[in-house]
C-alpha cells in the first residue's frame, strides 16, 4: 500500500505541475503558480521516497547475491573434496589389488621338488 501512495503522489504533482502554466493562460495566474508549487513537492516527495526504497531494495539485492556466491563457493568445495575422496579411495583399491596380485604370483612361482 505503501509504494502505491507514493506513486499516487509522484503522479497528482507531476499532473498539478503539468496543468499549472494552462490555469496559468486562462489568467489566474495565483492558482498557476499554487499548483506549480505544490505538484512540485508532492513530487519531489514521491521521487525521495521512490530513491529510497531503490537504495534499500538495491542493498538487500547486493547482499542476497553476496550470500548466493559464498554459498555456490561452498558447494563447489564440497564437490571438490568429495571428489578428491573417491579419487583417493580408487587408488587405494588398485593398489590394494596390484598387492594381491603381486602376493599371488609370489605363491605359484615357489615350487617345491623332492
Known amino acids: 500500500m505503501f509504494e502505491f501512495e507514493t ?7 507531476a499532473s498539478l505541475v503539468a496543468l499549472a502554466p494552462v490555469v496559468r493562460r486562462m489568467g489566474n495566474h495565483q492558482l498557476g503558480d499554487s499548483m506549480s508549487n505544490v505538484g512540485k513537492s508532492m513530487a519531489k516527495s514521491g521521487i525521495k521516497v521512490g530513491v529510497t526504497v531503490a537504495g534499500v ?3 538487500a539485492a547486493r547482499s542476497a547475491a553476496r550470500t548466493a556466491a559464498e554459498a555456490a563457493e ?4 564440497l564437490v571438490a573434496e568429495a571428489r578428491s575422496e573417491m579419487d583417493d579411495s580408487a587408488e587405494a583399491a588398485e593398489t590394494s589389488k596390484s598387492k594381491a596380485s603381486t602376493s599371488k604370483d609370489k605363491s605359484l612361482t615357489k615350487v617345491n621338488v623332492d
Do not use: E, I, M, Q
Open 74 to 77: 561452498s558447494f563447489v568445495d
Open 7 to 13: 506513486v499516487l503522489a509522484f503522479g497528482v504533482g
Open 57 to 59: 531494495a538495491g542493498t
